[in-house]
């Protein structure tokens, strides 16, 4: 079992930036397949980012490609979720994932059934 926990969110301007991080414990995970995830009140969690351990492979959704990027240290067994030109539209709680039976990012990574372990989120709000 792999226990993780997020931290980094805040409020922050439209046009600002944060970093989110996800600090893993517990199993060993130099094999797993992190992501991202987002979710509002009212709506499904949504795929937001992913990343392969090993390798670094990454994959995003469009709408926040080319603003986000998201990275891994294995060193401090973190995951790291940056965030750019933050929009309005990109305010939610934000979930760190684990997905223990894949190695590589795969089309299934983005679907929040592939992963087994979660993290209790933290919040993300952009006002405009």
């Known amino acids: 079992q792999v226990q993780l926990v997020e931290s980094g969110g805040g409020l922050v301007q439209a046009g600002g930036s944060l970093r989110l991080s996800c600090a893993a414990s517990?199993?060993?995970?130099?094999?797993?397949?992190m992501g991202w995830f987002r979710q509002v009140p009212g709506k499904e969690r949504e795929f937001v980012a992913t990343?392969?351990?090993?390798?670094?492979?990454?994959y995003y959704a469009d709408s926040v490609r080319g603003r986000f990027t998201i990275s891994r240290d294995s060193a401090k067994n973190t995951v790291y979720l940056q965030m750019n030109s933050l929009k309005p539209e990109d305010t939610a709680v934000y979930y760190c994932?684990?997905?223990?039976?894949?190695?590589?990012?795969?089309?299934?990574?983005?679907?929040?059934?592939?992963?087994?372990?979660w993290g209790q989120g933290t919040q993300v709000t952009v006002s405009s």
């Open positions: 994932a684990a997905d223990t039976s894949r190695i590589s990012v795969s089309p299934n990574s983005r679907w929040l059934g592939s992963y087994n372990s």
């Open positions: 990343i392969s351990w090993i390798g670094g492979s990454t």
């Open positions: 517990g199993r060993t995970f130099s094999s797993y397949v």
